[in-house]
């Protein structure tokens, strides 16, 4: 989506980290998420952050949240080849923060 | 745990036909939301319902229309299909909290 960007491909070798960065554009936002998408398959909610919050962490996924830059990444620690995927971020339209927008996803390979 | 079921997973239809799409959410989730994406896109917002009435809209087609029914399951209906309407379309659901459930889609494709 134009008011969510991402990067389009992130490639990385099987152990390292992975970051995937996104940005914003909507200040109101109150959830940001972000969702693996495998080939032909439905979003799989991974993580989100409440924008008052700064960080996230679950197990090896950790999320940042910059609002002042409006810029979210989530870090994915010990890459597995189980990750590839195309990761979306999303931020929410509404007050309730469940109306969301989608970047346009990335796409994470994992190379043994 | 019971998840947000979509039917039917894969629908083949040619242009200027119907097609209707079924979603059933998470059980005492109240809010059922449309998106479609089509191939190599991202998703996109088309409508939602809460407790049975539209709540938002985003850019639906006016040749589509959807309701949410007493159960709580939504149907995203189509008409006049054209090739432009193939694409994966999901269906989430959520309670008061505003996390989000997607179901695996139903892939629509339209000759």
């Known amino acids: 989506g134009e008011d969510v960007e991402q990067s389009l491909f992130l490639s990385v070798r099987e152990g390292d980290s992975s970051v995937i960065n996104c940005t914003y554009t909507?200040?109101?936002?109150?959830?940001l998420y972000w969702y693996k998408q495998e080939p032909g398959a439905g979003l799989q909610l991974l993580t989100y952050?409440?924008?008052?919050?700064d960080m996230k962490q679950d197990q090896r996924l950790t999320v940042l949240l910059n609002k002042k830059d409006k810029h979210l990444s989530l870090r994915i620690a010990d890459t597995q080849t189980g990750d590839s995927a195309i990761y979306f971020c999303?931020?929410?339209?509404?007050?309730?923060?469940?109306?969301?927008?989608f970047g346009g996803g990335t796409r994470l390979m994992v190379k043994p | 745990a019971a998840g947000v079921i979509q039917s039917p997973r894969h629908l083949i239809k040619e242009k200027r036909e119907t097609a209707t799409l079924k979603c059933y959410p998470i059980?005492?989730?109240?809010?059922v939301y449309w998106y479609q994406q089509g191939p190599g896109q991202d998703p996109q917002f088309l409508i939602s319902?809460?407790?049975?009435?539209?709540?938002d809209k985003g850019s639906i087609p006016d040749r589509f229309s959807a309701q949410q029914f007493s159960d709580y399951h939504s149907e995203l209906n189509m008409s006049s299909l054209e090739l432009g309407d193939s694409a994966l379309y999901f269906c989430?659901?959520?309670?008061?909290?505003?996390?989000?459930?997607f179901g695996e889609g139903s892939r629509l494709t339209v000759l």
């Open positions: 989430a659901s959520s309670s008061q909290t505003g996390e989000l459930f």
């Open positions: 909507d200040s109101s936002s109150t959830y």
């Open positions: 952050i409440f924008s008052n919050m």
């Open positions: 999303a931020e929410s339209m509404n007050n309730a923060g469940n109306m969301l927008t």
């Open positions: 059980p005492r989730h109240d809010t």
């Open positions: 319902f809460y407790e049975k009435m539209q709540s």
